[in-house]
Nanobody
């Protein structure tokens, strides 16, 4: 059974940085399509960043230039480096794996495995 465990969330002031990690079991991060999503209270879960099996990265417009998704092959970890954080980035962040790399990276419907989430809170 695939297991994804996120860590690295916390509380920071606007302009600060956080690095989220997603430790994967029974799935090889750099051989699968993976993504980071977030969900704020009362809002839909939205795609933040994705990485295809060939290493191509994708970002939501709202985070381009501030967030970087990457894979640590030695540790089998998916990471999300978040810089220049804004209060609107406050949300629960989830790591997910997309079965067979089907569909579009930003649609949660195509992701079959999810972590439990890690909270990110950005204060102004």
């Amino acid at each position: 059974q695939v297991q994804l465990v996120e860590s690295g969330g916390g509380s920071v002031q606007a302009g600060g940085s956080l690095r989220l990690s997603c430790s994967a079991s029974r799935i090889t991060v750099n051989r699968n399509c993976m993504g980071w999503f977030r969900q704020a209270p009362g809002k839909e879960r939205e795609g933040v960043a994705g990485v295809e099996a060939d290493g191509t990265t994708k970002y939501a417009d709202s985070v381009k230039g501030r967030f970087t998704i990457s894979q640590d092959n030695a540790k089998n970890i998916l990471a999300l480096q978040m810089n220049s954080l804004k209060p609107e980035d406050t949300a629960m962040y989830y790591c997910a794996a997309r079965a067979w790399c089907a569909g579009t990276w930003y649609s949660r419907l195509y992701y079959s495995n999810w972590g439990q989430g890690t909270q990110v809170t950005v204060s102004s």
